[in-house]
């Protein structure tokens, strides 16, 4: 029994450690005392000498080891703790739903860069390589929060490699494909597709959508809710205003402009501008959106893969009331 220095590597570097050796109930023990500079041998001499008089007057129990979770237990903390602190925590959802039948029966301490490696390398047959850098980006960040709340000792997402992904492209339609588009669509959606195709809005910034931000006057939507948390403005041409005047003639329910899409963080009485009512989606479907089937049944090909709600047309303009599509 006795007191040495333990060196150990963390996230700002190797640490020096006072630590103490001794016997309890025939098993040998050690315990940290502190680190080197901050807690003295003296210190560490005096902790020993008083668990040894512990240990013969049978005062002294040892501290039971931290039980480590699985990354499936971990992930309901994970996202406990993305609901109140991040906009997109639905996203994550889907992410940590992908992770689990890989990874959910591992303790954090046994989730390996080799077993990453492995993940990555089953994942790429069936998705694209940004699919999959998504998915580690999310372990990433959990594995992050689990060594920060002392769950786990670092972070092997750290030492993996994530795939190169190709630049992302604008995709414009043609006047023929966003006429088979529209064609396939059924008529609660084509407002939805309609705006999108003339503003570029993102599919979040449509559900949030409020009659509050339309200005017809202006001819301007406000965007107040986007993924950078920056509030923009987007024109109106003319094909967008004569749609939402229409529903706003139609007196769908309530001031907001979705019309009651019902995603993991909305409620069934959250209520839009655009009318998402009555859409399926299944939440354990990654990237499930109510549009998937309509840009299948136009058989427009290579569309679907490039974010449906972010297709621009070669005819939007920037002005106010500026060529209808």
Known sequence: MGVFRRTIKGKDGKKEYWYIDYVLDAKRKWESVGQVGRVSKEHAKKLLALRKTEILQGKFNAPKPKTIPTLSEFAKEYLEFEKGNKK?????MYAVIRLMPFFGSYRLKDISPILIEKYKLERKQGVSNRTVNIELSLLRRMLNLAVSWD???SNPVSKVKFFKEAPPKERILTLEEEKALLESSPSHL???LITALNTGMRYGELLNLTWNDVDFDSGYIHVRQSKSGRSRKKPMNETVRETLLELESEN?????VSSGFDLAKKTKDYRGVLPLTHVPVKPEVSGSSPVGPVFKKSELTGIFS????????KKSSSHPYA???
């Open 252 to 256: 769908f329910v309530s001031n907001s």
């Open 151 to 153: 769950k786990c000792e």
């Open 323 to 325: 060529g209808s599509l």
């Open 88 to 92: 997109s925590w639905d996203r994550d």
């Open 190 to 192: 084509k407002p939805v």
């Open 306 to 313: 490039i974010q449906p709600f972010r297709l621009l047309h």
